[in-house]
């Protein structure tokens, strides 16, 4: 899964009198610091050397935890980073918001694509149609994959369809409706409520 590092820069260093050497370093060194997954990240350090930190088991491959078992300053570093919400704690990794580039963090087994909570939707929310402009409201939202559900009347599945061959086959199958119900004298017109599926990916939240 790809994820990002935070930038190569030092700290701002709230009151430097009561921290101690190796917090003082964490802080004002330039460092970026890499989630790896499980509990695992890459720290590449001020002189451009690239250690390991585990942070659930506090073990770092520096030589200052190594060798003189210390709670070196990649290890503090890494624990600022993710307390400050720059870097994503142990179960969770940092990746892109597919509409908008904004970086968001993930639990480490959610599947793609993703989304920020300004993109997110969900049942009753309005999307636009990417492929023809048209505004629909979402029914629901399924775990099932585009390459999974089977569009009965068509005999292929959702990502086969014609129309959604741009779109990503691996992602979840969106339902929704047409917000233009026909009315008859005794009602609304059963078929004009017909829900449509669409890959996620072909659906952007309507601003």
């Known amino acids: 899964m ?17 921290l101690t050497k190796r917090s003082h370093r964490a802080r004002i060194e330039p460092m970026s610091v890499l989630s790896l997954g499980d509990g695992l990240y890459e720290v590449e350090s001020a002189s451009d050397h690239t250690y ?9 491959t520096c030589p200052d935890h ?15 980073e993710i307390t400050e919400g720059r870097t994503p704690p142990p179960g969770e990794v940092a990746v892109d ?3 908008c580039g904004e970086t968001i963090f993930v639990d480490e087994d959610e599947p ?9 939707i969900y049942a009753g929310d309005t999307v636009v149609d990417r492929e023809t402009g048209d505004r629909l409201t979402v029914v629901d939202v399924s775990e099932l994959r ?20 741009d779109y990503d086959p691996d992602v979840p199958v969106v339902g929704a409706i047409y917000p233009h119900a ?24 309507a601003t």
């Open 97 to 99: 918001c597919r509409d």
């Open 52 to 60: 390991l930190v585990d942070l659930e088991a506090g073990r770092c």
């Open 66 to 80: 190594v060798f003189r078992e210390a709670r070196c300053k990649h290890i503090r570093r890494v624990a600022i």
């Open 2 to 18: 790809k994820t990002t590092a935070s930038p190569k820069a030092p700290l701002p260093v709230p009151s430097a009198d009561h």
């Open 112 to 120: 793609a694509p993703f989304y920020c909570d300004e993109h997110a």
């Open 146 to 165: 585009a390459d999974a559900v089977e569009i009965g009347a068509a005999d292929t599945t959702v990502a086969d369809y014609e129309t959604n061959a």
């Open 182 to 205: 026909t009315v008859a004298p005794n009602g609304v017109v059963p078929s004009s409520l017909r829900v449509y599926v669409f890959p996620r990916t072909r659906l952007e939240k």
